[in-house]
């Protein structure tokens, strides 16, 4: 009898993680490696935040929290979406987890049976096809490429739909891309969705403060009303408020799925940690304006970064929305030699040799479902991302036919 798990069989390692690995080891043996690899801000959490952590644990705020969150976070989670969305949850509604990643991971184990399909655009989330693969369910994997700017379009979206589907999956701005849906693109989509009313829409909007120029972020539920009862919006404090480590996520929908995870979850984590919690009440409610202010820096770093790397010969990128990534393609450069003499035959290839040869760590695109193309997060500072680009225009310049 086998000791793992069957479901073994189904899931994969998280490829950003092995990159992370791979640059603490880089780094380890002395060498000076740039880590373009992780997905979090590189700013410190605003002290307001901190301190109501710190108070919280002085007034002996340090018991089990209720399994779907503190009444006060809760109901500043419905006054969020109230404020910033225009939608109109109640407290009751609302559900607060262990990071955006176990809330998502929450609802698909409430609801995905075998052979449901849940429908994810690719470039995705390294994480989305797995949790849908442990919970038992089939991905389905819809690409939206660099010709739609990497956004999937309403036709792609009805050729995917089946009598099996159970969930849309839904995330704006875009990890690993950066895209983000506009009002009509999104109209768009929630017109197909309307027609099939047996498919959940599952919205990841942990990057809607991250969007720039003129763009205006919007979500399913708000774009179309109509979906608000088959919606469940998922959002965090991770990305907006320089808080990943803290580990809170929430979601809001309605009260039937909502008590199913709370089931889960009672069973699971008991309900997130009572002190994060607390300093969450503060993110929410405290002064925004610090969000702005790091918005515009990383408008900045995007501008550097795409316009430094469509310099690179070879790469072509896109200018994203939102978020802090961007996507280029390295399609031209795969047939290519690089100085060690191997042949990049794809972009893995590509990342692999870019790391050996100038230590940029990067992450490939195929980890995403989309390729030729890596990712880069521009989340660190100015200087490190112009080191960074300029290694990688001399990596590419390097390459030979
Ligand atoms: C698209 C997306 N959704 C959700 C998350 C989860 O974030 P957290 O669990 O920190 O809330 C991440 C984190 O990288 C992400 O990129």
Redesign the pocket.
């Known amino acids: 009898m086998a000791f793992l798990a069957d479901v073994f069989d189904r899931v994969k390692p998280s490829a950003t993680m092995a990159v992370a690995q791979k640059t603490r080891e880089l780094k380890a043996k002395g060498r000076d490696v740039i880590g373009l690899g992780a ?1 979090e801000p590189d700013f410190d959490t605003p002290d307001n935040i901190k301190q109501a952590a710190i108070d919280a644990i002085s007034r002996g705020e340090t018991k089990y929290p209720p399994v779907l969150g503190i009444p006060q976070l809760r109901q500043a989670i419905a006054l969020k979406f109230k404020r910033e969305n225009g939608l109109d949850y109640k407290p009751e509604q609302t559900i607060v987890g262990t ?4 809330v ?1 991971f929450n609802a698909f184990m409430a609801t995905v049976n075998p052979g449901d399909e849940v429908i994810i655009p690719a470039p995705y ?1 390294v994480s989305y096809p797995e949790m849908v693969a442990i919970c038992g369910g089939t991905p389905v994997i819809v690409e939206a490429g660099i010709e739609t700017k990497f956004k999937l379009t309403p036709e792609a979206l009805e050729k995917a739909i089946t009598p099996r589907t159970k969930w849309f999956l839904f ?1 704006s701005p875009s ?1 690993p891309s950066g895209a983000a849906y506009t009002r009509d693109e999104i109209k768009g989509l929630t017109d197909v969705l309307m027609r099939h009313p047996h498919v959940w829409v599952m919205v ?1 909007d ?2 809607e403060h991250l969007v720039y120029g003129d763009f205006v972020f919007t979500t399913p539920a708000q774009v179309e009303p109509g979906l608000f009862d088959r919606t469940l919006t998922i959002n ?1 404090v ?1 990305k907006a408020y320089a808080m ?1 480590g803290w ?1 809170i ?1 929430y979601a809001a929908g309605p009260v039937e799925l909502i008590k199913a995870m709370d089931v889960i979850q009672g069973q699971q984590t008991s309900g997130a940690c009572t002190i994060a919690q607390w300093a969450s009440v503060e993110a929410l409610t405290g002064p925004q304006d610090f969000i702005e202010e790091r918005r515009k820096r990383f408008e900045k770093r995007r501008d550097l970064v795409v316009s430094m790397l469509n310099q690179a010969p070879g790469l072509r990128c896109p200018s994203p929305e939102g978020a802090f990534y961007v996507y280029p393609s390295c399609a031209e450069l795969i047939g290519t030699k690089a100085p060690s003499g191997k042949i990049i035959q794809n972009d893995e290839d590509f990342v692999t040799e870019l790391l050996e040869t100038e230590a940029v760590a990067v992450v490939h695109g195929s980890a995403f479902g989309l390729g030729p193309n890596f990712r880069i997060s521009y989340a660190t500072s100015d200087e490190l991302l112009e080191q960074a680009c300029e290694r990688i225009q001399r990596f590419c310049a390097a390459l030979t036919r």
């Open positions: 997905g990071g955006g990643k176990q998502l989330w995330n990890n990841d942990i990057y965090g991770s990943t580990r996520g």
